[in-house]
């Protein structure tokens, strides 16, 4: 879509939004919420000078964070919804919204192969987790959570919030479970749910769901998916050959719950995570009674089986309209755009695996890739201020400037996979990039080129 044809939509959202708000009586809006035309000029254009000072996220240049703008078609379909400002808390605060949030949550509990599900949307991946591991409390209470130390951090606060015990089990070198440390710990606690990481968020790494199952199974253990991250990467392990572990996503139907965050690879705004259960009796759990708003419909209100109480429907609307210009399919809507981001990730591998500057610290399993400069001592020390130091110049340079990330890990793990790297530091900062934009596969090569002329220098 071009500005122009932008721009045509989002005043159609405004015009149409104009034009529906005629159904009932006309009336005047009060002096009080007035501004004035100058007032307004001022704020706004204050306000683009403080956003001028942001980082390009849509730009091919940013390889940096999971971050990236929203697909205009999430715009438009938010904006419209935004108007009416629909609240899924329950049907009376958004009754057309639920709907579209009901088909929404059935696209994505399909695609994660599940027969029976319950779900919603949520404000994010913490709070889709946060949700699922009370669920997981309540079925399971006196017994503890078990994460990996490659875990996103909120996991060990989530269990803090909800006063539950909890075991880290040990992650290897390349950031998945620790099969060996898992089992010892299965035996030894009294572990009630497992989470596991669908994509974890330093490295991308999956964890082995096909050991982990036969394990949970003998234990007794709920297993909890986090694949806040990886979830949707689902789609490419039905392309013939897969193009991820279909030994791991075609398993995720049996988890007992999943998190998936559509802001993060479903291009949508900020404010939409999701929590699925493969049981839909859960929603016993949910029972409460609110006197304020239940009134229109016996029907159920999503706003039962939310942890929330307010949530936005425009989120589900965006959702809904992005869903149908790009379906949960391999190979075309969506399932391509990933397809795309994930052969960048192996492009760059395969780049990084020719160079004499750069190294890449273990293979992408998504689309995130981790490197670091090949210096001369291969101290820690020294891998971690080349890293500083390449950052900081190619995204403080006058021009042609490249967003990265960094990465600090624990040095003896950088030494399992380096056994040649000398530790003299308590951690070893990386480099790390997420290739969110498909457009990134034109421009995989010169970036390469880039960052290794700079690498070059600090090695
Ligand atoms: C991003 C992420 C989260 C947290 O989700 P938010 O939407 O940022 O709150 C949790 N787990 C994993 C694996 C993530 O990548």
Redesign the pocket.
């Known amino acids: 879509m071009d500005t122009k044809e932008f721009k045509n939509f989002i005043i159609k959202a405004v015009d149409n939004n104009f034009k529906w708000s005629k159904n009932w009586e006309n009336f005047k809006f009060d002096d009080s919420i007035k501004i004035s035309k100058t007032e307004t000029k001022k704020i706004i254009a204050d306000l683009q000078n403080k956003l001028n000072n942001s980082y390009p996220f849509f730009h091919p240049s940013y390889m940096g964070q999971?971050i990236t703008p929203p697909h205009p078609i999430a715009i438009i379909s938010y904006l419209m919804a935004l108007q009416i400002n629909p609240n899924n808390h329950a049907l009376d605060g958004g009754p057309a919204t639920t709907e579209l949030e009901i088909e929404v949550i059935k696209e994505l509990s399909k695609m994660f192969g599940y027969k029976t599900w319950l779900g919603h949307l949520t404000a994010?991946?913490?709070?889709?987790?946060l949700e699922a591991l009370w669920i997981a409390r309540e079925i399971n209470p006196k017994k503890k959570i078990a994460f990996s130390t490659e875990?996103?951090y909120?996991?060990k606060r989530i269990c803090q919030l909800l006063r539950v015990p909890f075991v880290e089990i040990k992650s290897n070198q390349n950031g998945k479970i620790d099969l060996e440390d898992l089992k010892t710990k299965l035996k030894y606690n009294s572990i009630g749910t497992l989470v596991i990481?669908?994509?974890?968020?330093g490295f991308g790494a999956l964890d082995n769901l096909k050991e982990i199952i036969p394990l949970a199974k003998i234990y007794n253990v709920r297993l909890h998916a986090?694949?806040?991250?990886?979830g949707f990467f689902k789609l490419l392990s039905k392309i013939n050959p897969p193009e991820v572990d279909s030994n791991i996503f075609d398993l995720l139907n049996k988890c007992d719950s999943v998190?998936i965050?559509p802001?993060?690879r479903g291009l949508q705004p900020?404010g939409c995570?999701c929590v699925i259960y493969r049981d839909n009796k859960v929603g016993k759990f949910f029972k409460h009674d609110s006197p304020y708003t239940y009134f229109t419909s016996q029907d159920v209100h999503l706003g039962e089986l939310t942890f929330e109480c307010s949530r936005s429907g425009a989120a589900a609307a965006s959702l809904w309209a992005t869903l149908k210009a790009f379906p949960l399919e391999p190979n075309f809507g969506l399932g391509k755009i990933l397809s795309q981001t994930r052969s960048c990730a192996l492009k760059w591998d395969k780049l990084i695996n020719k160079s004499d500057v750069l190294n890449s610290l273990v293979k992408p399993e998504l689309d995130i890739v981790t490197y670091y400069a090949r210096t001369k001592y291969f101290a820690t020390s020294q891998i971690s201020n080349s890293s500083e130091n390449i950052f900081n110049e190619l995204m403080n340079r006058p021009k042609n400037k490249i967003y990265l990330a960094k990465y600090k890990i624990d040095p003896r793990k950088f030494k399992l996979l380096n056994p040649k790297a000398k530790i003299d530091s308590k951690e070893v900062t990386i480099l790390r990039s997420v290739f969110m934009k498909p457009e990134h596969n034109i421009y995989v090569q010169g970036l390469f080129n880039q960052i290794e002329a700079v690498a070059q220098k600090y090695i």
């Open positions: 999971m994010s991946g913490t709070i889709a987790n875990s996103h909120s996991h990481n669908i994509g974890t968020t986090d694949a806040a991250y990886g998190v965050d802001h993060k900020y995570g």
